[in-house]
């Protein structure tokens, strides 16, 4: 899943956000930078490229995504972490990071309470999360192709996780209640650009937990077909474009 997730999804989905959060973390000219969620590294490599003074310490809950980032940006110290969990001393670091994985977290403000705890004084938390899923044209396109091979009860992971953290409101107050102060919150809409719908859709059903729930529910080559059916007939047999929408959060310890 790693590998199809890297291959198909983070060149299109992930990459230009990474370079716009990068750009914004080099702005604070960190020294010490934690990453949360880091997955396969696309954050860490900007990071380490564009603050190339800053030590940057990248973490994942999944040992399989921390494996394959140690071998995409080897310059990063890689760690297995639990983010509720954070195996770090206090005030360790000047600037936390997060790319799209605030959403995973089971509990945010106790997530967010250990994020301020290994923050200096002063030290700022820095992340984004997805708006709803109808502001992300690809995975519109995609959802669509899920009802339409799912017509009873179909896989709605989208829609609930990467996507069900989309109130700025309660992201707001879910940091306040760990104790930080906001200092910026902004809505940001980038271009996706991907080479075709048939990798998209293979990037989608192969690389993301969605696997499970195809491979657990029937045909998945048949299920594949009728994705990529619907996504070319939304967005066009490629190379496509496509509006992506999140929000980006600075607040400070």
């Given at each position: ?9 983070v ?5 230009p ?34 603050a ?6 990248a973490?994942?809950?999944n ?34 990071v ?5 959403m ?30 109808a ?23 989208f ?11 309660l992201?707001?107050d ?10 910026d ?7 996706g ?7 998209l859709?293979?990037?989608?059903l192969t ?5 499970a729930?195809?491979e657990?529910?029937?045909?998945a ?13 939304r ?12 929000y980006?959060f600075?607040?400070?310890?």
């Amino acid at each position: 899943m790693p590998a199809a997730y890297e291959r198909y999804l983070v060149p299109v989905v992930f990459q230009p956000f990474a370079e716009d959060l990068t750009a914004r973390a080099a702005a604070l000219d960190p020294r010490h930078i934690l990453e949360l969620a880091a997955g396969t590294g696309v954050l860490t490599s900007e990071l380490l490229a564009t603050a190339p003074s800053a030590e940057v310490t990248a973490t994942d809950l999944n040992e399989t995504m921390v494996a394959l980032g140690a071998t995409r940006a080897p310059g990063a110290a890689w760690r297995q972490a639990d983010a509720q969990q954070l195996p770090f001393p206090d005030a360790s670091f000047d600037l936390v990071v997060c790319q799209f994985g605030v959403m995973f977290f089971p509990d945010r403000v106790a997530a967010f309470t250990e994020v301020r705890r290994v923050l200096a004084p002063g030290g700022r938390f820095l992340f984004n999360t997805w708006a709803p899923l109808a502001t992300h044209g690809f995975e519109v396109a995609l959802q669509a192709g899920l009802e339409r091979a799912f017509p009873v009860d179909p896989p709605r992971f989208f829609a609930t996780v990467p996507h069900g953290y989309a109130d700025p409101t309660l992201v707001t107050d879910d940091l306040t209640a760990a104790g930080f102060t906001v200092e910026d919150q902004l809505e940001l809409t980038l271009q996706g650009r991907a080479p075709s719908t048939a990798d998209l859709a293979t990037g989608y059903l192969t690389g993301t937990p969605v696997r499970a729930a195809v491979e657990d529910r029937g045909d998945a080559p048949a299920v594949r077909a009728t994705v990529i059916e619907e996504m070319t007939a939304r967005l066009g047999p490629g190379p496509v474009t496509a509006p992506m929408t999140a929000y980006v959060f600075r607040a400070a310890a």
